[in-house]
């Protein structure tokens, strides 16, 4: 069968053409989303696969919209996917970390009341999960220029963070209406600078991350 056959990726040798698709578990019930030993076990039981992409995993704490996601801006979150990495190694596997920032998508709960980032002022009207329940969301804060270029430097250092702790690559998640897929869209870009009107000018933000 051709699925079992090995296949390059860009850099990566893959063992096989199954490839594990990123997916939320909200494990890291602590303090400082750091990934815990359940996880660690968790994709070294899905070793077997040619590629395994991490769950979305958070670039800063702005970029946080649910409850015990992961993240990788601290050096005790890579200290701790660093086991996990590690796990999946020694049992011949390869995994990437699917760097991840909500956007509007978000509560005010996850940032000390405040309320979460977007590119324009525009209000999802979205019921999110957290952890009183399914609030709805609220109207977001319009990044300023600096405000992107401060979330451009962060994908930047989660991206370092990333290969420090051992992942084999980064996936950028730019869909499902997170950050990206805000800035893409029209109705949530209104911006008027740069950053949105036309195509190129939505696309502008991620083409700098890249």
């Known amino acids: 069968m051709k699925l079992l056959t090995p ?3 860009g850099a990566l040798e893959l063992k096989n053409r199954v490839v594990m ?19 660690a076990e968790y994709y070294a039981q899905r070793a077997g696969a040619g590629l395994i ?8 704490p702005q970029g946080r919209g649910y409850p015990f ?8 979150q890579v200290a701790c996917w660093r086991l996990v990495t590690d796990a999946v190694h020694a049992r011949g596997g390869l995994i990437v970390c699917q760097l991840w920032h909500c956007g509007r998508l978000s509560l005010p709960e996850f940032h000390d009341g ?8 525009v209000n999802p009207e979205w019921e999110m999960f957290s952890l009183t329940g399914q609030p709805r969301t609220v109207t977001p804060r319009a990044l300023s ?21 051992g992942f084999d690559g980064v996936e950028i998640h730019s869909s499902n209406g ?3 897929h805000q800035f893409f869209s029209a109705q949530s870009n209104r911006r008027t600078d740069e950053y949105g009107g036309s ?3 939505r696309a502008r933000i991620f083409f700098e991350v890249l």
């Open 7 to 9: 296949v390059r990726l």
């Open 21 to 39: 698709a990123p997916l939320t578990r909200c494990r890291c019930d602590n303090g400082g989303y750091v990934p815990t030993p359940m996880m």
């Open 53 to 60: 992409i991490s769950e979305g995993t958070i670039v800063s």
């Open 69 to 76: 996601t992961p993240g990788i801006w601290s050096d005790a």
């Open 114 to 121: 405040q309320p979460p980032v977007a590119p324009s002022a």
């Open 145 to 165: 220029r600096d405000d992107i270029k401060a979330v451009v430097a962060d994908f930047r250092r989660a991206a370092a963070n990333a290969m420090a702790a």
């Open 178 to 180: 997170y950050l990206f």
């Open 199 to 201: 195509h190129e000018n």
